[in-house]
C-alpha cells in the first residue's frame, strides 16, 4: 500500500483560473447578489420593525381608550349611587314632612269633583258606549225640540 501524498486514484480536483472563468462578471454577479440579499434582510427587518411601532402605537391609543371608558363608567357608577341614596332619602317621612312645610302643601280631602276614573274599555264596550252616546244626543235633541214646541225652556 502506498500513502503518499499525490498517488491516490482520484484526480484531484483543479482551480480554474481567473481567466478560465470569464473573467469578473460572474465574480461581479455574486457581488451584487449578495449586496441583493442584504438589502431584502435589511428591508424585511426594517418593514417588520416599522409594523411593530405602528401596532404599538394601536395598542398603547386602545389601551388609553380603554381607560378613559373605565373612568367613564367609574363615574357614572357613582352617579348611580349617589340617586339611589338621595331616592332613599327622599322617601322617608321625615324628608316629606319636611318638604310639605318648606312648600306649604296642606294635605286636604279629596271631594268628588276632584275624583276622576280612569277606565279601560274593549273594542265591544267602546262600540256599546257609542251608541248608547249618540242614542242619548239624539234623545236629548227631541226633548229640547219639543220643549221649544210646547213653549217651555
Same mark, same amino acid.
Given at each position: 500500500?502506498?500513502?503518499?501524498?499525490?498517488?491516490?486514484?482520484?484526480?484531484?480536483?483543479?482551480?480554474?483560473?481567473?481567466?478560465?472563468?470569464?473573467?469578473? &462578471?460572474?465574480?461581479?454577479?455574486?457581488? &451584487?447578489?449578495?449586496?441583493?440579499?442584504?438589502?431584502? &434582510?435589511?428591508?424585511?427587518?426594517?418593514?417588520? &420593525?416599522?409594523?411593530?411601532?405602528?401596532?404599538?402605537?394601536?395598542?398603547?391609543?386602545?389601551?388609553?381608550?380603554?381607560?378613559?371608558?373605565?373612568?367613564?363608567?367609574?363615574?357614572?357608577?357613582?352617579?348611580?349611587?349617589?340617586?339611589?341614596?338621595? #331616592?332613599?332619602?327622599?322617601?322617608?317621612?321625615?324628608?316629606?314632612?319636611?318638604?310639605?312645610?318648606?312648600?306649604?302643601?296642606?294635605?286636604?280631602?279629596?271631594?268628588?269633583?276632584?275624583?276622576?276614573?280612569?277606565?279601560?274599555?274593549?273594542?265591544?264596550?267602546?262600540?256599546?258606549?257609542? @251608541?248608547?252616546?249618540?242614542?242619548?244626543? @239624539?234623545?236629548?235633541?227631541?226633548?229640547?225640540? #219639543? @220643549?221649544?214646541?210646547?213653549?217651555? @225652556?
Amino acid at each position: 500500500m502506498n500513502i503518499q501524498p499525490g498517488n491516490s486514484k482520484t484526480p484531484k480536483r483543479r482551480v480554474p483560473s481567473h481567466s478560465e472563468t470569464g473573467g469578473g &462578471f460572474d465574480a461581479l454577479c455574486s457581488l &451584487f447578489a449578495r449586496i441583493g440579499q442584504v438589502t431584502l &434582510f435589511i428591508f424585511l427587518f426594517g418593514a417588520l &420593525f416599522h409594523t411593530y411601532i405602528k401596532l404599538d402605537q394601536e395598542i398603547n391609543g386602545a389601551e388609553a381608550g380603554i381607560r378613559r371608558i373605565n373612568e367613564e363608567c367609574a363615574e357614572i357608577d357613582r352617579d348611580i349611587a349617589m340617586l339611589k341614596t338621595r #331616592r332613599d332619602d327622599s322617601s322617608t317621612l321625615p324628608f316629606i314632612q319636611q318638604q310639605i312645610a318648606r312648600f306649604g302643601l296642606d294635605l286636604h280631602y279629596v271631594t268628588q269633583d276632584k275624583q276622576q276614573d280612569i277606565r279601560l274599555y274593549t273594542n265591544a264596550q267602546l262600540a256599546r258606549l257609542k @251608541r248608547y252616546y249618540t242614542a242619548e244626543s @239624539r234623545l236629548i235633541v227631541d226633548n229640547s225640540s #219639543r @220643549r221649544a214646541q210646547m213653549g217651555i @225652556r
